[in-house]
């Protein structure tokens, strides 16, 4: 069992920056890969990025390549969401994910969630 606890949520105006992060329970974290996903009001949660276990192989979603980062810290059982330049439609509970597969990471079935933390960006 996985337990997964986001923080670093909040209010930040359009171009700033939010680090979210998630801590894992267990000792099991290395063998996760981890996701992070997205659900603005009225709309479906989306993919936004991920890493894998082992290299570290990251996917992001178009709309924020090149102005998110995950990375992961194994020490510290914690997957961190860098997020710049944010957007007003960026606004969206951002929720983390675990998943004991090591490819195919938009698919939303992930073994593990999160309860989300909210993001709001204002114009």
């Known amino acids: 069992q996985v337990q997964l606890v986001e923080s670093g949520g909040g209010l930040v105006q359009a171009g700033g920056s939010l680090r979210l992060s998630c801590v894992a329970s267990g000792p099991t974290f290395s063998d996760y890969a981890m996701g992070w996903f997205r659900q603005a009001p009225g709309k479906e949660r989306e993919f936004v990025g991920a890493?894998?276990?082992?290299?570290?192989?990251?996917d992001y979603a178009d709309s924020v390549k090149g102005r998110f980062t995950i990375s992961r810290d194994y020490a510290k059982n914690t997957v961190y969401l860098q997020m710049n330049s944010l957007k007003p439609e960026d606004t969206a509970v951002y929720y983390c994910?675990?998943?004991?597969?090591?490819?195919?990471?938009?698919?939303?079935?992930?073994?593990?969630w999160g309860q989300g933390t909210q993001v709001t960006v204002s114009s």
């Open positions: 890493i894998s276990w082992g290299v570290g192989r990251t």
């Open positions: 994910a675990a998943t004991r597969r090591n490819f195919y990471f938009r698919r939303p079935d992930y073994d593990y």
